[in-house]
């Protein structure tokens, strides 16, 4: 059963998602993908805290060093790889449930945040990006003359 968020922002996360998921089935049903390259990887919880939004990636095991953020137009862009620790002596699996290699996730930046002033912080393998919420915009009132 799906639970639909309550929040606004959360609604809009949830339906671009959702659409996505959707596309994925309609076109890209013959690809076969591992979890890292798959749409949802790294997984990210989106949420509104004082006069911010939070972005909030998960990524275990990735070195800061392999990670990558870009903000482009109303895009956030976070990149990089998982690489497999060596272990010696161990000639079989019995079972790999973890995945390891690139990945990329791209969300829509909200209209309602300032992206110049993003902030990004890397602490017990999540990625906190944070975006002040725009006040002007919202608060000022401009009379436009009709020609």
Avoid: W
Avoid at 25 to 37: N, V
Avoid at 122 to 139: A, C, M, Q, S
């Amino acid at each position: 059963m799906t639970i639909i968020p309550k929040s606004p922002l959360e609604r809009l996360v949830f339906f671009q998602e959702e659409v996505d998921k959707l596309f994925h089935l309609l076109f890209d049903e013959g690809s076969i993908t591992s979890d890292l390259e798959s749409e949802n990887y790294p997984p990210v919880d989106v949420y509104e805290k004082g006069a911010s939004i939070i972005f909030e990636f998960e990524v275990p095991d990735v070195n800061k060093d392999n990670l990558e953020l870009l903000i482009s137009n109303d895009l956030i862009v976070v990149e990089g790889s998982k690489t497999e620790s060596t272990r010696e002596g161990i000639k079989n699996y019995i079972c790999m449930e973890r995945s390891y290699g690139k990945f990329q996730r791209v969300l829509k930046i909200p209209s309602i945040v300032d992206p110049d002033n993003a902030k990004a912080e890397y602490k017990d393998g999540i990625l906190f990006v944070t975006f002040p919420r725009i006040t002007e915009r919202r608060n000022k009132s401009k009379k436009i003359n009709i020609k």
